[in-house]
């Protein structure tokens, strides 16, 4: 029997998010959108992997003492396993045993698909895609455009599909959300040839978080997404802000690679290219230098030390100056893309933020929008220092443009699309 025939029982989908040297997953079910399963292994390929696996809906605790080798259970009620993972496939399959021990392993009826983050889908690959040859084969093309993160979603997709070859495998792309920016928006100011035979254009990324978010901004205003404006500000530690109309996205800050756009935790964003040659010609910098200096070592941390804003906070309370101006550069880049996209959708119906700083730092959320009372923009103080984990406005009642926090999800957006695209062909579940 395929899976297909047995689709009207099969809610489950398992999302992977392959690194180079991690594997992230989630198995969720799609009746509800309930996650079953969560965890990761890390350092594959190291001396030490490290696997921790938990049972978040079940209350976390599924140690049951049946430890052997490296097994504990884990600080936080999961279970963590140590030992040596040497490849993707080492690492999945143990990932499948604690799955199974739960009784929820991938040879269960119920699991529907498979569904995997990719990092770059270039122009080709607009919507979720099932697997087969010939997009391996599309993928394994783009890797030139996404060196670290492509061969990595390669080795995942392989590796699940040599463990369960029957079940369907989707991928599901950082860039897809992208690709309705138009050509306007999406090309940079080169010559056309030289662009074109690289492949050089503003492909942008975390979209399935921009499309998260923008579609559960709509919902919080009770609208259809097609009806409203929104500009997605995504703070992570990899940072970038989207504007969307009317479902679409027609900018993005992020371009050929994550570098462009915001200030983030380690990646500098928008600079003026010629720093590069200044720095190769004049400071006798490498390329890989100079690559890792902007993507490693700038941002927050190139700026006072520290990425992480909750220190940058505390500091700053100390009287710090270095952590003052990391903070005042980091909101200076983000308004100007408020702003700018402001100007680029003409009518704004809300400012979401989401991400680890975007969902948690209420005074980064306080000082982007400070000053942007002529864009609509304005604060509720009261509101704005709640911490929730759902999705909530912070802006004072009537305001002509309202500020949301709104907690991204991939893996349940990964989950969502995998799941429709694999259920086309029969009745929606209920
Ligand atoms: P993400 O990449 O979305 O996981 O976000 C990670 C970043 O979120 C960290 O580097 C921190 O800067 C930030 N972050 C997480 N929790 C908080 C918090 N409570 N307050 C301020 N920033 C936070």
């Given at each position: 029997?395929s899976?297909y025939?047995a689709?009207?029982?099969?809610?489950r989908v398992l999302?992977?998010?392959s690194?180079?040297?991690?594997?992230?997953?989630?198995l969720?079910?799609?009746?509800?959108?309930?996650?079953?399963?969560?965890?990761?292994?890390?350092?594959?390929?190291?001396?030490t992997?490290r696997?921790?696996?938990?049972?978040p809906?079940?209350g976390?605790?599924?140690?049951d003492?049946d430890?052997?080798?490296?097994?504990?259970s884990g600080?936080?009620?999961?279970?963590?396993?140590t030992?040596?993972?040497?490849?993707?496939?080492?690492a999945l399959?143990?990932?499948?045993?604690?799955?199974a021990?739960?009784g929820i392993g991938l040879d269960?009826p119920?699991?529907a698909?498979?569904?995997?983050?990719?990092?770059?889908?270039?122009?080709?690959f607009?919507?979720?895609?099932?697997?087969?040859?010939?997009?391996?084969?599309?993928?394994?093309?783009?890797?030139?455009?996404?060196p670290?993160?492509?061969?990595?979603?390669l080795l995942?997709?392989?590796?699940?599909?040599a463990?369960?070859?029957?079940?369907?495998?989707v991928?599901?792309?950082d860039t897809?959300?992208h690709?309705?920016?138009p050509?306007?928006?999406?090309r940079y100011?080169?010559?056309?040839a030289t662009?074109d035979?690289h492949r050089?254009?503003?492909y942008?990324?975390?979209?399935t978080s921009?499309?998260?978010?923008?579609?559960?901004t709509?919902?919080?205003?009770?609208k259809?997404?097609?009806?409203?404006?929104?500009?997605?500000?995504h703070?992570g530690?990899?940072?970038?802000a989207?504007?969307v109309?009317g479902?679409?996205?027609?900018d993005?800050?992020?371009?050929?690679?994550p570098?462009e756009?915001?200030?983030?935790?380690?990646?500098?964003?928008?600079i003026?290219?010629?720093?590069?040659?200044?720095l190769r010609?004049?400071?006798g910098?490498?390329?890989d230098?100079?690559?890792e200096?902007?993507?490693?070592?700038s941002?927050?941390v190139?700026?006072?030390?520290?990425?992480?804003?909750?220190?940058?906070?505390?500091r700053?309370?100390?009287?710090d100056?270095?952590?003052?101006?990391?903070?005042?550069?980091?909101i200076h880049?983000?308004k100007?893309?408020i702003?700018a996209?402001?100007?680029?959708?003409g009518?704004v119906d809300?400012v979401?933020?989401t991400a680890?700083?975007?969902?948690?730092a209420?005074?980064?959320r306080e000082?982007a929008?400070?000053?942007?009372?002529?864009?609509?923009?304005?604060?509720?103080?009261?509101?704005?220092?709640?911490?929730?984990?759902?999705?909530?406005i912070?802006s004072?009642?009537?305001?002509?443009t309202?500020?949301?926090?709104?907690p991204?999800?991939?893996e349940?957006?990964?989950?969502r699309?995998?799941?429709?695209?694999?259920g086309?062909?029969?009745?929606?579940?209920a």
């Amino acid at each position: 029997m395929s899976s297909y025939d047995a689709a009207d029982t099969a809610t489950r989908v398992l999302v992977l998010n392959s690194g180079s040297s991690s594997l992230k997953y989630q198995l969720l079910d799609m009746r509800n959108g309930s996650r079953l399963a969560v965890g990761m292994v890390e350092r594959i390929g190291e001396k030490t992997s490290r696997l921790v696996h938990t049972l978040p809906e079940s209350g976390g605790d599924s140690s049951d003492g049946d430890s052997s080798g490296g097994d504990s259970s884990g600080g936080d009620g999961g279970r963590e396993r140590t030992g040596r993972f040497a490849d993707h496939a080492k690492a999945l399959e143990a990932v499948a045993d604690e799955l199974a021990h739960d009784g929820i392993g991938l040879d269960s009826p119920e699991l529907a698909a498979i569904g995997h983050r990719v990092v770059h889908g270039g122009l080709g690959f607009s919507e979720p895609t099932l697997i087969d040859d010939g997009v391996l084969a599309e993928i394994e093309r783009l890797v030139p455009l996404a060196p670290l993160h492509n061969p990595a979603n390669l080795l995942g997709i392989r590796t699940a599909r040599a463990l369960r070859p029957d079940l369907p495998q989707v991928a599901v792309f950082d860039t897809a959300f992208h690709t309705t920016m138009p050509e306007y928006a999406a090309r940079y100011a080169i010559d056309t040839a030289t662009a074109d035979a690289h492949r050089i254009r503003r492909y942008g990324f975390h979209g399935t978080s921009h499309a998260y978010v923008s579609r559960r901004t709509a919902e919080l205003l009770g609208k259809d997404p097609s009806e409203v404006n929104v500009i997605v500000l995504h703070l992570g530690n990899g940072a970038s802000a989207s504007a969307v109309a009317g479902g679409r996205c027609v900018d993005t800050s992020m371009g050929l690679t994550p570098l462009e756009g915001l200030v983030m935790g380690t990646r500098s964003g928008d600079i003026d290219p010629a720093v590069t040659f200044h720095l190769r010609r004049v400071a006798g910098m490498s390329v890989d230098e100079i690559d890792e200096l902007l993507n490693k070592k700038s941002g927050l941390v190139g700026l006072c030390g520290d990425n992480d804003m909750r220190e940058i906070r505390r500091r700053i309370d100390e009287g710090d100056e270095r952590a003052r101006l990391a903070f005042d550069i980091y909101i200076h880049r983000l308004k100007k893309y408020i702003g700018a996209y402001s100007a680029v959708l003409g009518r704004v119906d809300a400012v979401a933020f989401t991400a680890g700083v975007g969902e948690n730092a209420a005074e980064v959320r306080e000082a982007a929008v400070a000053g942007l009372e002529a864009l609509g923009l304005a604060m509720d103080a009261k509101r704005n220092a709640v911490r929730s984990g759902e999705p909530r406005i912070v802006s004072p009642d009537g305001a002509r443009t309202v500020v949301a926090v709104v907690p991204t999800d991939e893996e349940l957006e990964i989950a969502r699309q995998t799941f429709a695209l694999i259920g086309e062909d029969r009745p929606a579940i209920a």
